[in-house]
């Protein structure tokens, strides 16, 4: 992976196939046989900054409640050690619902598929790997430190459409609160541009694992995580998209956002100045970061109630 490359999707995706070993470098033969990516469940650096501008209180406590999403990757007759992983961000819209996005599941399944490794999706439309099964976690910071919890795949926007969002069960007693959201947004103006104390800002927040890739004796690439940042980006939202033809396949409204983004950030909530989600990061270009609406979410929601899948 060329992680140098700016990609659409802003999921963090390691894939792990020949001489690449994933692997801590101070526990190498214990991380091998453990079930989980130890290295991964970790707290970012003590005193780093978070934020490139002063954030709101009511942002920077909003921010707090978002958490890691880590999906691990196993064959099917070896569940002790996993051969790809992919990150993203969620956040805690119910008592037992985190919403990511799509394609952080999506995106290395479909590049699988590529390898040969089929995928089949249940009556109630969720991904199942021919070959291979996965184990979906959050990683949430705790007084006793940080932990990975299993989270179970609820719903996914439909395929076959850009409905790029995805909900995962979770237990109740999970340290996160649940994140209000408002559908209401305000596109930039001429006016606003002219005058910074008429401008409306929204900050989109997430996590990125940043690897360190190195060469082996043996010839062979390996991987430590060199950073864990946590991070959220102040920017304004420059058009509200709803005649594109990506709306007439399903989204009601697609934002976008002159605002900062990096590859993990997929699925991470963007809040209001009040702290209220408005929409998730779905992808991102050099200058623009694309956000799936709270209204698109809302709906998604309501059709997990109405199926019952939330049960």
């Known amino acids: 992976m060329n992680i140098g490359l700016r990609i659409a999707p802003l999921v963090f995706l390691i894939f792990l196939i020949g001489g690449c070993n994933f692997k801590d470098q101070d526990t190498a033969d214990n991380q091998r046989s453990a079930p989980m990516g130890r290295s991964y469940i970790i707290s970012p650096p003590s005193g780093a900054s978070i934020s490139d501008y002063p954030l709101p209180s009511e942002v920077s406590n909003a921010q707090k409640n978002k958490t890691m999403i880590l999906i691990e990757f196993y064959r099917s007759n070896d569940l ?61 910071q705790t007084p006793g430190g940080p932990q990975a919890l299993p989270l179970k795949l609820m719903a996914i926007g439909p395929m076959g459409t850009p409905q790029d969002f ?48 190195f060469p082996t004796a043996g010839g062979f690439d390996d991987v430590v995580l060199g950073d864990l940042l946590d991070y959220t980006f102040r920017g304004t939202i420059s058009a509200d998209i709803r005649s ?28 209001d100045s009040a702290g209220r989600v408005i929409g998730m990061v779905s992808e991102g270009l050099y200058n623009f970061t694309y956000i799936v609406s709270s209204k698109d979410l809302n709906k998604f929601l309501e059709l997990i109630k109405t199926k019952g899948w939330d049960k």
């Open 80 to 140: 002790k050690e996993f051969f790809q992983i992919s990150f993203g961000t969620g956040f805690r819209v119910s008592k037992n619902i985190i919403l990511t996005a799509r394609h952080v599941l999506l995106m290395p399944m479909t590049r699988l598929a590529r390898l040969g490794l089929p995928i089949i999706y249940d009556p109630n439309g969720l991904p199942e790997g021919i070959g291979y099964k996965y184990r979906i976690y959050c990683v949430v």
């Open 166 to 213: 995805m909900a995962l069960k979770v237990a109740e007693d999970i340290p996160l609160a649940i994140l209000p959201m408002e559908e209401a947004v305000v596109v930039e103006s001429e006016e606003s541009k002219r005058d910074p104390d008429k401008q409306v800002y929204y900050y989109a927040s997430g996590f990125v694992p940043r690897q360190s890739f």
């Open 244 to 271: 594109m033809p990506a709306n007439k396949m399903g989204l009601i409204a697609v934002y976008r956002s002159r605002m900062g983004s990096e590859h993990g950030f997929s699925g991470g909530p963007v809040f």
